[in-house]
């Protein structure tokens, strides 16, 4: 008699509803089929492995298959990264598949942007306006991973996920394989890791832009705007970390400093002051997660937002309590403003946005947008235009955004973005912001 050996995965996960449970974690990804699994066809970026997506009890999932050894190690890295409030995915859970194999499960990104659809028009990759903020995102996430003591080691396009964030972008963790965790990195890590995002970010730019522009491919040009990557992480480093030393009693220095970290979205946690031998002090400030108006516009409003879409928000609301105030000729408090900006403000738009919106769209970054677009109009007409027009402008456009399709109606998980609408919305944007 032969005996045959049966596989018998080690499965671990964080939430143990049964129809996740008896997925078939023994077989291969690519031997997953209906009507035993939901299988949703979602564009995949380039990846050295397999991946698929899978609706599981209405929850849709991105399950990667790669060497166990490596599932246990990016495992362990998002959950760190999870639970320092990090921007990446959110892990679901991991499996040995006891051959040698195994996967990571992991959320779906919702309202997320693959680099190759934001570069999705010819010298988009390599033109300074339009490359800028996913530049700024990059430098972000990776001083982020620094400041946190993890070691990307293969940051590239392909790796980070893009959301759009009020008027920015704000990158996402998508691939930890490589990562690696210690207490503090030294410069010389630092520095390493991130060579190696430039000289990706370089190649990435460069076959985004041959895949638009056929043969004819100014790598040097690619190589510049990656280039740019370095002085933005450099700057932002910097400005996170560099010594401060200010006149004794100079309250005002140490108020400009925190009030500087805060334009950034970084809060302060910790503050300490030394008395030095010059009769100066040294400060020095404990930095916490970059949340510092996601953090207050919850506290005023009890609505949950990204860092950039916060800061727009705060405007906004701002900006209502100074109507209010012209209204009612007396100042009002600000939590009664922040209420009234909810209830007569906030939520009457997004109820007029969501009917327009794509299953799945984040209806917060669709107020974003309208925001923008009133914005732009009253650029252009050299007059507030008011936001009731410009939401009622912006729903006559199909309530565009470069994460879903245009219209309504659609489903964002399974409908590609239109091309020259995701150029239109984010370089219309960036051309007037810098005028």
């Given at each position: 008699?032969?005996?045959?050996?049966?596989?018998?995965?080690?499965?671990?996960?964080?939430?143990?509803?049964?129809?996740?449970?008896?997925?078939?974690?023994?077989?291969?990804?690519?031997?997953?089929?209906?009507?035993?699994?939901?299988?949703?066809?979602?564009?995949?970026?380039?990846?050295?492995?397999?991946?698929?997506?899978?609706?599981?009890?209405?929850?849709?999932?991105?399950?990667?298959?790669?060497?166990?050894?490596?599932?246990?190690?990016?495992?362990?890295?998002?959950?760190?990264?999870?639970?320092?409030?990090?921007?990446?995915?959110?892990?679901?859970?991991?499996?040995?598949?006891?051959?040698?194999?195994?996967?990571?499960?992991?959320?779906?990104?919702?309202?997320?942007?693959?680099?190759?659809?934001?570069l999705s028009t010819p010298g988009a990759a390599t033109s300074g306006q339009f490359s800028g903020r996913l530049l700024d995102a990059l430098a972000v996430l990776l001083v982020d991973l620094h400041r946190h003591g993890v070691w990307?080691?293969?940051?590239?396009?392909?790796?980070?996920?893009?959301?759009?964030?009020?008027?920015?972008?704000?990158?996402?963790?998508?691939?930890?394989?490589?990562?690696?965790?210690?207490?503090?990195?030294?410069?010389?890590?630092?520095?390493?890791?991130?060579?190696?995002?430039?000289?990706?970010?370089?190649?990435?730019?460069?076959?985004?832009?041959?895949?638009?522009?056929?043969?004819?491919?100014?790598?040097?040009?690619?190589?510049?705007?990656?280039?740019?990557?370095?002085?933005?992480?450099?700057?932002?480093?910097?400005?996170?970390?560099?010594?401060?030393?200010?006149?004794?009693?100079?309250?005002?220095?140490?108020?400009?400093?925190?009030?500087?970290?805060?334009?950034?979205?970084?809060?302060?946690?910790?503050?300490?002051?030394?008395?030095?031998?010059?009769?100066?002090?040294?400060?020095?400030?404990?930095?916490?997660?970059?949340?510092?108006?996601?953090?207050?516009?919850?506290?005023?409003?009890?609505?949950?937002?990204?860092?950039?879409?916060?800061?727009?928000?705060?405007?906004?609301?701002?900006?209502?309590?100074?109507?209010?105030?012209?209204?009612?000729?007396?100042?009002?408090?600000?939590?009664?403003?922040?209420?009234?900006?909810?209830?007569?403000?906030?939520?009457?738009?997004?109820?007029?946005?969501?009917?327009?919106?794509?299953?799945?769209?984040?209806?917060?970054?669709?107020?974003?947008?309208?925001?923008?677009?009133?914005?732009?109009?009253?650029?252009?007409?050299?007059?507030?235009?008011?936001?009731?027009?410009?939401?009622?402008?912006?729903?006559?456009?199909?309530?565009?955004?470069?994460?879903?399709?245009?219209?309504?109606?659609?489903?964002?998980?399974?409908?590609?973005?239109?091309?020259?609408?995701?150029?239109?919305?984010?370089?219309?944007?960036?051309?007037?912001?810098?005028?």
């Amino acid at each position: 008699m032969v005996s045959m050996s049966v596989i018998a995965p080690h499965v671990t996960l964080r939430s143990p509803e049964p129809a996740l449970i008896a997925l078939p974690w023994a077989k291969p990804l690519r031997d997953w089929a209906s009507p035993d699994v939901e299988l949703v066809p979602l564009e995949v970026g380039p990846s050295r492995h397999l991946v698929r997506f899978v609706r599981v009890a209405g929850r849709l999932l991105a399950i990667k298959e790669l060497p166990a050894p490596l599932v246990e190690r990016e495992f362990a890295i998002l959950r760190r990264l999870e639970s320092a409030g990090m921007p990446a995915v959110t892990p679901v859970g991991a499996v040995d598949r006891g051959d040698g194999e195994g996967f990571i499960i992991t959320d779906y990104l919702r309202g997320s942007i693959q680099y190759r659809r934001l570069l999705s028009t010819p010298g988009a990759a390599t033109s300074g306006q339009f490359s800028g903020r996913l530049l700024d995102a990059l430098a972000v996430l990776l001083v982020d991973l620094h400041r946190h003591g993890v070691w990307w080691g293969d940051g590239s396009l392909a790796n980070a996920l893009l959301k759009r964030d009020g008027n920015r972008l704000q990158a996402y963790l998508v691939d930890a394989e490589t990562a690696e965790y210690q207490e503090q990195l030294s410069d010389g890590q630092r520095q390493h890791d991130l060579d190696i995002l430039v000289e990706n970010v370089a190649f990435g730019l460069a076959d985004a832009a041959a895949a638009l522009g056929g043969s004819e491919v100014d790598t040097d040009a690619a190589v510049r705007a990656s280039a740019a990557l370095r002085d933005r992480y450099t700057a932002l480093w910097a400005q996170l970390h560099r010594p401060f030393v200010a006149s004794a009693n100079d309250r005002r220095a140490v108020a400009t400093r925190i009030r500087d970290l805060n334009a950034l979205g970084f809060a302060v946690e910790e503050l300490s002051l030394d008395v030095t031998s010059g009769e100066g002090m040294r400060v020095s400030l404990a930095i916490a997660s970059r949340r510092f108006h996601a953090e207050q516009l919850l506290r005023l409003t009890g609505v949950d937002a990204l860092e950039g879409q916060a800061q727009l928000l705060l405007n906004d609301l701002h900006e209502y309590g100074v109507w209010l105030q012209v209204q009612s000729g007396e100042r009002l408090a600000t939590g009664l403003v922040a209420a009234r900006w909810r209830a007569e403000v906030l939520e009457p738009t997004l109820v007029r946005l969501r009917p327009h919106l794509a299953s799945g769209r984040d209806a917060l970054q669709a107020y974003c947008d309208a925001l923008e677009h009133k914005w732009i109009l009253s650029e252009r007409a050299g007059a507030d235009v008011g936001l009731d027009a410009a939401v009622a402008d912006y729903i006559a456009l199909g309530a565009p955004a470069p994460e879903s399709a245009r219209g309504s109606g659609g489903d964002a998980e399974t409908i590609s973005a239109e091309d020259a609408l995701v150029s239109a919305a984010v370089s219309a944007a960036d051309e007037d912001a810098s005028r």
